[in-house]
């Protein structure tokens, strides 16, 4: 380098110090997609420090690059944490996407544009079988799934990502800078296929203002709760956590219940079940585990299941709600463990046979993973195997899911700490669906 460029680029480098400018963050980052509930739609959504345009860029992979654009909107998040940081929260819709065809783009604006990515759009209509990853309960520190999830999602191993609660540990923390960690980090699974939430109770602070700020589910509930169709399922996704953080509004969990009342009994329908025959849900909090500690899952009680009689009026739990509209599949976190039950109901085991438990059952079948790997390491269980609980193990790892057609749903279990090797594993079989089915 010359004397003169050195100076040149010495000055040029005090400029900004001189004058005391702080530096602009227009760069996206954090970008990850969600499925907005319509066919031939995509959301993305991105963060950038300064404000900025919210544009996405795309175009058939293998066509012409970026030769499709779509704009949209930013939004202001401050954290509630004392720095009172900002930061834009930007959220583009894709819309008129072909079913099954893959996208290449990019997203941000003229100050600034993200790497590229990929996304396929979902395949319309019930007739094909969505593949997922399911788990619970995934930070920042000690992640031990995080690898083998990045690694599958690229391959093209999933249709979707259920995350079920409990991000980051936590989001807030150090002024949030934590919650823009994590979604950095699951920016290499989520910027691929959609990375469905619910929240968890490490989201709470500040009224779930990280949660409800960061992530863009469909509905206009700011992602608390919210239903969505893919191939032959119904997905219902609620907050379990307006059973617990009665302080930020006890009208939230009747506001839910109802929701979830309404959204059951329009998904049961003769002619919903006859397109979409699976209705599966997912919460955060589980309401039957084995694990040994205090947590509301180990109360033969527990709020999630029946409810609260402490409040006024009394708030119904949601075992029976979820029974009455015929749920098939509950899947829960939280525990950092994973555990599957028999088909359950009020304690009792209604096992389709003797021989075939998942064929054709009488209950609901729920499991419990929340291993994906986070500070807090896993939780053990009590010694003794209670008469609901089919299979238990403490190894990270994750769930995958396949929902083949109207009467075949596989489900998987993968030991991280096995190196990928699948622990377990059924095939839940329905000729039937709806409260019919537990006759
Ligand atoms: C960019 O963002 C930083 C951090 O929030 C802020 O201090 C600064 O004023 C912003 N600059 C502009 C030009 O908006
Ligand atoms: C917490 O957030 C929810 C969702 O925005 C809102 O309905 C509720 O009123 C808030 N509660 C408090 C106490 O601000
Ligand atoms: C109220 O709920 C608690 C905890 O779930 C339970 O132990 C108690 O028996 C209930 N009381 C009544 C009157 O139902
Ligand atoms: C559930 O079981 C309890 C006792 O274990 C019983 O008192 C209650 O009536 C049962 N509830 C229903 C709805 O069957
Ligand atoms: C349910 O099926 C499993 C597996 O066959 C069996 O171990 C268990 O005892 C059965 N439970 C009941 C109540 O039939
Ligand atoms: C549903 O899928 C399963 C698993 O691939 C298959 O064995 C079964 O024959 C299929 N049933 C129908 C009705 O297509
Ligand atoms: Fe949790």
New binding site residues.
């Given amino acids: 380098m010359g004397t003169f460029a050195a100076i040149a680029v010495f000055v040029y480098g005090l400029i900004p110090l001189a004058f005391g400018l702080p530096p602009i963050w227009r760069q996206p980052e954090q970008v990850h997609l969600s499925y907005p509930g319509l066919p031939g739609s995509m959301l993305v959504t991105w963060t950038t420090l300064n404000e900025t345009d919210s544009v996405v860029e795309y175009g058939v992979w293998g066509g012409k690059l970026f030769e499709l654009s779509a704009k949209g909107q930013a939004t202001l998040f401050e954290d509630g944490g004392f720095e009172k940081r900002k930061m834009f929260i930007h959220r583009v819709m894709l819309t008129d996407l072909k079913p099954g065809i893959s996208y290449v783009y990019h997203c941000g604006s003229d100050a600034g544009w993200s790497d590229m990515f990929y996304l396929t759009a979902l395949k319309e209509g019930a007739d094909w079988t969505p593949r997922f990853a399911l788990f619970g309960d995934m930070g920042n520190e000690n992640p031990q799934s995080l690898a083998r999830l990045q690694k599958d999602t690229q391959i093209g191993m999933y249709d979707a990502i259920l995350h079920i609660g409990d991000f980051a540990y936590d989001m807030h923390e150090d002024n949030a800078r934590i919650g823009d960690q994590f979604m950095r980090q699951v920016e290499s699974i989520a910027a691929y296929v959609p990375y469905m939430t619910c929240p968890g109770n490490h989201e709470n602070p500040y009224n779930f203002s990280n949660y409800r700020h960061r992530f863009s589910m469909p509905g206009n509930t700011e992602s608390l709760w919210y239903s969505w169709n893919i191939g032959p399922v119904h997905i219902i996704s609620f907050s379990t956590e307006v059973y617990f953080y009665l302080n930020y509004g006890l009208d939230l969990l009747f506001k839910q219940y109802e929701w979830l009342q309404k959204d059951l009994e329009e998904a049961n329908r003769p002619e919903s079940r006859a397109q979409r025959p699976w209705i599966i849900t997912m919460g955060h909090r589980p309401m039957y585990c084995s694990n040994a500690d205090k947590d509301d899952c180990t ?5 999630i299941r ?1 409810g ?3 409040t006024d009026p009394p708030a119904p739990g949601l075992e029976d709600l979820f029974y009455r509209y015929g749920v098939d599949l509950e899947v829960w976190a939280h525990e950092h463990s994973y555990e599957r039950l028999w088909p359950v109901y009020n304690y009792t085991v209604f096992n389709g046979s003797k021989n075939e438990p998942y064929v054709n059952p009488k209950a609901p079948v729920h499991i419990i993973t929340g291993s994906a790997g986070c500070r807090e390491r896993t939780d053990p269980f009590v010694p003794d195997f209670r008469a609901w609980s089919a299979f238990r193990s403490t190894d990270y790892g994750y769930a995958r899911m396949q929902v083949f057609n109207s009467s075949h749903l596989y489900l998987e279990q993968v030991s991280d700490d096995k190196n990928g090797k699948v622990i377990d594993s059924i095939w839940l079989v329905k000729d039937k669906h709806g409260p019919e089915a537990w006759l």
């Fill in positions: 109360q033969f009680n527990s709020c029946t609260l009689n402490n």
